[in-house]
């Protein structure tokens, strides 16, 4: 597609910078700005700061600058006070867009910004042996999309599930096992059975040191590799990741690996024997820990009194690792800003470590999610299991599509699947709707509305363009002119559609989702009310009917990309 900001730039380059460099192309880039409101242009370019150069008032500049621009890509170039405003050539804006729709179809607007470069990506992470609950969704969907979000622009990406797999916790839940439990009863029902079981051992330590230390035995067995210890080890990973793994198929999210804290539980060593040479590791009460005061933070722990590693030593290991192994350009944690220091700490560690890649660590962090009742709480009993929540909201769209069937008194194919496409895509774009950092508060109506912002209105919408292609027979080849396409709505459209790019770069150089969720509930409404205004299937002129078909065409596409990048499915029949 064109490129109409580059345009600008190339221009104001020319005009500036003919007899010495006022302003370097990267500065003019910069510059650039969109203006707040259409009616004073699609970019702006302030003078102020030439003034000095020139010796002259910066509204002077804009008006000298101004009228000598002759651009076939601009319909007018306008100065107001100290800005030029570009309008851009709405003829040529159709022609690039439509050009893409034609060439590109349901690869519009992707780009390779991000050729030859790895990046990691991690993100759900639960602990095993525990719920797999409502308050997961935030990490694991928003980390889904980012990964996405990467890989359409072209870059590799290398998606961890960074398992809590390892700790003493394990030491309990193995004698809890021994002591109380059958196996049989909890592969039926792991988790809960589970939970059950390390909520029980919990208690009885408190008053028994006997039991506590048969515990701490039971992990030292464990990390020595004794074989009951790790059978029973396994086994628990297993049946846990069993059942994350149902909810991962439901959700349509795919691992490259599940490399959990207990793979890195060898690599430990190098990376404490390497802080000791750095001069960073010093002792404390027994226990060895970094100082890290000179970057603003509390003092790290790394190894208790007792000699064990804890959390942060194994993300010490798994940093180095994923460096090692892939080289990234960004490693990237998508974890809750309750850990927001832990991953400061970890940043600040590695550079006293003399890493000097530390800075390839991106933390991503978000708020919380609650529920409407109160039911988040994870206090004992009150988990709210996050596969009920989507069996749920499937159950829920099933009833209204049931509804439907009543109303229209014709049934729809494949419901159940369909009924879960739209309950369980609503339930991400509602978790992808704001700034990730936002607290929210999930509510059901909300989120399974088909009108107002919400998944199942984008998905309608995407949907009645596929019937309505279907319906006025388009043809891909037919013969389209662009010139045709004059409305406003056509023109908002167009632009719009231009911006698809942009956007998607915007998400993910600040890791944020929600552009694309808004873009696409944008792009959405814009195309409801051109549907509205516009005999769309017009009778008369057949070129018409065909280009306002390969306009709609490309909004299609646009959908079902932007739905893709926060993870949700298209359905083509609704
Ligand atoms: N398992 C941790 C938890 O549930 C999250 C892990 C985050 N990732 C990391 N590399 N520390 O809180």
Redesign the pocket.
Known sequence: MINFKDEIIKILDQKLNEDKEVMTKEEISNAIEVPPTSDMGDYAFPVFSLAKVYRKNPNLISKEIAESIKSDYFEKVESKSAYINFFINKEKLAQTVIDEVITKGEEFGKEDVGQNKNVVI?YS???IAKPFHIGHIRSTVIGDSIKRIYKFLGYNTISYN???DYGTQFGMLIVAIKKWGNREEIAKNPIPELLKLYVKINQEVENDQELRDECRSWFAKLEKGDEEAVELWKWIREVSLLEFNRVYKMLDIQYDTYKG?SFYSDLMQAEVDQLKKSGALVESEGAQIVDLSKYDLPVALIIKSDGSTI?ITR?IA?AHYRHEEHKPYKNI?V??SQ?TL?FQQLKAILKEMGYDWSDEIVHVPFGMVSLEDGTLSTRKGRVVYLEDVLNKATEKVKEILSQREEERGQKIENKDELAAQVGIGAIKFQELFNQRIKDYMFSWDKTLSFDGETGPYVQYAHARIASLLEKGGFDKNAEVDYKLLKSEDEHEIIKTLYNFTNVVIDAHEKYEPYFITRYVGDLARLFNRYYGHTQIITDEDSVLKNTRLMLCYGVKNVLKEGLYLLGIQAPEKM
């Open positions: 991690e992470s639960p602990n960074h398992l809590g804290e959390y993300d798994a944690y974890v809750g850990q832990h």
